[in-house]
């Protein structure tokens, strides 16, 4: 069992930057992928970004790609996500979820996370 929380979210300004941190218990997290997500208000969860349990894949969403780097520390069990040049369509609660099968590739598939954050609102004003 992994018990992650999310922190960092706020509100800001277009063009602006943020950091999410993704705290997670327990003593297998370094052996989990990792990965972000988001939902709009009247929108379906979106893939933000992913990574491999031994650091060796990233993946990100199109809609991020060049703005947003994910990384993790697995000796404070933390993920991070690094959000630069924010726009307003990127408002959105933000998640942060584990993959326990790790013998299989990284994915951008919400169905394959175990264990999911509470989540954490990201307002981005224009």
């Known amino acids: 069992q992994v018990l992650l929380v999310e922190s960092g979210g706020g509100l800001v300004q277009a063009g602006d930057s943020l950091r999410l941190s993704c705290a997670a218990s327990?003593?297998?997290?370094?052996?989990?992928?990792l990965g972000w997500f988001r939902r709009a208000p009247g929108k379906e969860p979106e893939f933000v970004a992913a990574i491999s349990w031994n650091n060796s894949t990233r993946l990100y969403a199109d809609s991020v790609k060049g703005r947003f780097t994910i990384s993790r520390d697995n000796a404070q069990n933390t993920m991070f996500l690094q959000m630069l040049s924010l726009k307003p369509e990127d408002t959105a609660v933000y998640y942060c979820?584990?993959?326990?099968?790790?013998?299989?590739?990284?994915?951008?598939?919400?169905?394959?996370?175990?264990?999911w954050g509470q989540g954490t609102q990201v307002t981005v004003s224009s």
């Open positions: 979820a584990a993959d326990r099968r790790s013998a299989y590739s990284t994915t951008t598939s919400a169905a394959r996370y175990d264990y």
């Open positions: 327990g003593r297998t997290f370094s052996t989990y992928h």
